[in-house]
């Protein structure tokens, strides 16, 4: 998710910035002013409360903030991503804000601080109140809401300078040139994030090769959970001799064993641009592991893709596979090959039902050639994202 708060006093500029923003980006705009208009508008009983403090410039409680901004994120919560214009204006909004992000498991991406001289504002304001129709846009109300920035937003950049993510524009240029920096440090932010993929499919869908292939398309590392397992036993470590000793077993490897190993891939992962991980979350407790150990990173699950593949065609790809020397272990026989499909219905569907519920789960058609699914994945993933 991208997540963006426009800073500074009214009038800097933060609504015009928002429009082409939200549309480049995709993102859900959030304006605590335009929602709060639209309550007194409305006539309902937040509205009311509201309707003499705006009027004289004054900032609304935050019990009344955290209750209108609340309602509004729970009924997007598959945005790609929220652009906060007026939100958070006080120190105790800053931590509401981290709440709700730590709900929807993001962060924001970065808080940028379009930056006028007062007297910039003050002239702003007086144009805009000729056409807005807003009666908090004359000079009277516009010198208290300028006050009460100065005492009680203005403090607020110091949580985010403490975070590290805010920026600082000089907004008293053009719209245009704004808006070019503005673009710059999102795209410098951007970059600095780890992008993670978690790609879904039954065995035999593909999600193996092409998860690979993306990883190398895009400078992101492929995580596979077998193939780690595998190369703890060849470098004959002490893990992975109880790993082997599993595996002759024929027990599931457990949690305990999987996790470290995940955690030691993202601790030494240096200069890479994300992860793309494959057979892993396979249930929902490792989605949780996994949402967890992103967290430590300050990271999180950037893309979720499912490729989609009807059962009868993976049997067949499957049994195809096990005539050949691409045959894993555990597709050299019609028992094996449907016990596997089974436990993806069981264990991994959940999964996938959860994260749809949370982000957006890109369903790819995979019944197709493989450039042509290749091709599809990357469709969904460049646009916006890389
Ligand atoms: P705006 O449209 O952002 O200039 O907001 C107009 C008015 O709505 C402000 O002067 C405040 O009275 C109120 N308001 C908007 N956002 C907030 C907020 N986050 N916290 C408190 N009051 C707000």
Do not use: W
């Not at 992008?195 to 992101?220: D, M, T, W, Y």
């Not at 499912?306 to 790809?317: F, G, K, Y």
């Amino acid at each position: 998710m991208l997540n963006i708060a426009l800073f500074g006093p009214p009038g800097a500029g933060k609504g015009t910035q928002s429009e082409r923003l939200i549309k480049e980006y995709n993102l859900f705009y959030i304006s605590t002013g335009d929602l709060l208009r639209k309550e007194l508008a409305e006539g309902t009983p937040l509205g009311e409360q509201a309707r003499e403090i705006i009027a004289s410039g004054g900032l609304v409680s935050d019990e009344i903030i955290v209750q209108i901004i609340e309602k509004t994120i729970a009924e997007n919560t598959q945005a790609n991503g929220f652009l906060f214009d007026g939100f958070p204006r006080t120190t105790i909004q800053a931590y509401i804000l981290e709440g709700l992000m730590i709900k929807l498991n993001t962060s924001l991406t970065c808080l940028i601080d379009l930056n006028v001289p007062e007297s910039v504002s003050i002239e702003r304001l007086v144009n805009r109140g000729k056409s807005s129709g807003r009666s908090d846009d004359n000079e009277e109300v516009i010198r208290n809401r300028l006050r009460e920035y100065k005492d009680k937003t203005l403090p607020v950049l110091q949580f985010y300078k403490d975070k590290g993510v805010r920026h600082k524009v000089d907004a008293s240029q053009s719209i245009e040139d704004v808006h070019h920096d503005v673009l710059e440090i999102i795209r410098q932010e951007q970059n600095k994030r780890l992008f993670n993929i978690v790609i879904f499919g039954h065995p035999g869908s593909g999600r193996g090769s092409q998860g690979k292939a993306i990883a190398e398309k895009f400078g992101l590392e492929y995580v596979a959970t077998g193939p780690m397992l595998e190369e703890e036993i060849k470098e004959g470590t002490e893990l992975g001799a109880r790993i082997e000793a599993l595996y002759a077993s024929g027990e599931l490897v457990p949690d305990e064993i999987v996790v470290p190993l995940i955690e030691k891939r993202l601790k030494n992962a240096e200069n890479v641009r994300g992860f793309i991980f494959k057979g892993f979350p396979r249930t929902l407790v490792q989605s949780y592991i996994l949402e967890g150990l992103l967290r430590k990173h300050d990271a999180s699950i950037s893309k979720v893709i499912e490729i989609e593949v009807p059962t009868l065609e993976l049997i067949r790809r499957l049994d195809e596979r096990s005539k050949t020397d691409r045959c894993m272990p555990y597709d050299s026989s019609t028992a094996k090959i449907v016990k596997r499909l089974q436990e993806h219905e069981e264990k991994t569907v959940p999964v996938i039902e959860k994260y749809n519920q949370l982000h957006e789960v890109s369903k790819v058609d995979g019944m197709a050639e493989f450039d042509v699914v290749f091709q599809r994945i990357v469709d969904i993933i460049e646009p916006r994202e890389l």
